[in-house]
C-alpha cells in the first residue's frame, strides 16, 4: 500500500475519531472488545489509559505515515502492562561461543528481492498466546514447524503448551543463568535445545494450549516433530534474508512495546535494542513509497491472534537493525 494511500487511511480513522468523544469511543471500544472491569473505580482508571493511549496513536501515526496505528485490544492497557503481559523474551544475549550460520557472499547475491514462506505452505495460521509471556514457545514452534516441513515431511502444529509446561532448559548469558519459565518468560534457542533432549516436540492436537503454566504432559508417542541441532546466524540482515529464502523461516526477537496499537503498513517508528519478544520471520519484500526510497521490510508472524496487525502480522523495515530484530535470529536444524 502507497504511502498517500496509508495517510489517507490515517487521516480517515483520526478523523473519524475526533467526531465522537473519547468516552463515546472507550464505550465503543469496550463493547467491541467485551471488555469487562470490576467496578466504577477500574472502568476510570482504564478509560484514563485509554484516553492517553488516543493521544500516543495520534502521535504515532504522525511520526511514521507509512504505516497505521489504531485502537485495538490492547487500548486500556499501559505500555508498562503490555509489556508485562504480552512480552516473554528474557536474556536475549548471543553467546559467543555458540556457531553461527556462514551465508557466503554468492547466496546474498543470488536471494530474490523478494520472498514469502506462507503461500509456499511452511507456515502455520496465526496463533494467540493470551495474558502469558510465552511469545519465545511460539517463535520456537513455529521455526520448528517450518524446518519439519521443508524436510519433506508434511506442516505440523506444533504444541507451545509443552515448552511452557515441561521446558526448563538454562543457558549462561553474560555470566547469569537464563532459565525457560513458561509463561514468566523464556528463550527460543534454549527451547531448541529442550526439544533435541526431549526427543521431539509433541503435536498442537495432543498437548493443546491453555496459556497458563501447568504440570508436564510430555508423551513420546504424540511427537510430531523432531530437530537434530539449531544455529544462530549473522546479524547482517541481508545474510538472514539470504538463509531465510534458502532455508526456511527464522525465529527472532525484537523490541516489540512499540508495536501495541499498530494495524497495518510498515513499521519505522524509533524503538531500542532491548529484545523483549519472541517473533518469526516468514519473509521480506519492498514498499514502493511516493517521495521516497522504496522501504524495504520484513514480514513478520506475531502471536497476538489475527485480529491484531495485518491479519496477526507485522512489516517491519528492513535493513537499519529495527527494533534489534538482527540481534538474535536463530533456527532449527532437522
Not at 507456515?123 to 502469558?132: D, E, F, I, L, S
Not at 521516497?292 to 535493513?319: F, H, P, Q, T, V
Request: net charge negative.
Amino acid at each position: 500500500m502507497s504511502r498517500a494511500i496509508l495517510l489517507i487511511v490515517a487521516l480517515g480513522l483520526l478523523a473519524a475519531t475526533e467526531a465522537i468523544s473519547e468516552e463515546a469511543q472507550f464505550a465503543q471500544f469496550t463493547t467491541q472488545y467485551g471488555k469487562v472491569y470490576s467496578g466504577q473505580a477500574e472502568r476510570n482508571e482504564r478509560l484514563a489509559i485509554f484516553k492517553t493511549n488516543l493521544r500516543k496513536i495520534e502521535q504515532q501515526n504522525k511520526q511514521n505515515p507509512e504505516a497505521t496505528f489504531g485502537i485495538n485490544k490492547f487500548a486500556d492497557l499501559s505500555a508498562e502492562e503490555f509489556k508485562a503481559t504480552y512480552l516473554g523474551v528474557k536474556g536475549a544475549v548471543r553467546n559467543p561461543e555458540h556457531p553461527v550460520a556462514v551465508v557466503s557472499k554468492e547466496a546474498v547475491a543470488a536471494m530474490p528481492t523478494s520472498f514469502d514462506w506462507v503461500p509456499k505452505g511452511a507456515v502455520t495460521p496465526v496463533k494467540n498466546q493470551g495474558q502469558c509471556g510465552s511469545c519465545w514457545s511460539f517463535s520456537a514452534a513455529q521455526n520448528i514447524e517450518g524446518q519439519w516441513f521443508l524436510s519433506n515431511h508434511s506442516l505440523p502444529v506444533l504444541s507451545e503448551q509443552e515448552f511452557v509446561d515441561c521446558d526448563h532448559q538454562c543457558s549462561m548469558d553474560q555470566g547469569q543463568k537464563v532459565c525457560d519459565q513458561g509463561c514468566n518468560g523464556g528463550l527460543m534457542s534454549n527451547a531448541f535445545m529442550f526439544a533435541i533432549a526431549e526427543g521431539g516436540v509433541d503435536s498442537e492436537a495432543s498437548y493443546p494450549y491453555e496459556g497458563v503454566d501447568g504440570t508436564c504432559r510430555f508423551k513420546q508417542a504424540d511427537v510430531a516433530a523432531k530437530i537434530s541441532n539449531w544455529t544462530m546466524l549473522p546479524e547482517d540482515e541481508d545474510q538472514i534474508a539470504a538463509y531465510l529464502a534458502e532455508h526456511g523461516p527464522v525465529a527472532i526477537a525484537a523490541d516489540a512495546e512499540p508495536w501495541q496499537f499498530y494495524t497495518g503498513g510498515v513499521f519505522r517508528l524509533p524503538c531500542g535494542t532491548s529484545l523483549d519478544h519472541g517473533i518469526l520471520l516468514t519473509g521480506y519484500g519492498n514498499q514502493s513509497v511516493i517521495g521516497d526510497r522504496d522501504i524495504k521490510y520484513w514480514d513478520i508472524k506475531n502471536s497476538w491472534g489475527a485480529d491484531w496487525g495485518l491479519n496477526g502480522y507485522i512489516k517491519l523495515e528492513r535493513g537499519v537493525g529495527k527494533c534489534g530484530v538482527n540481534l538474535f535470529a536463530c533456527s532449527s536444524i532437522v
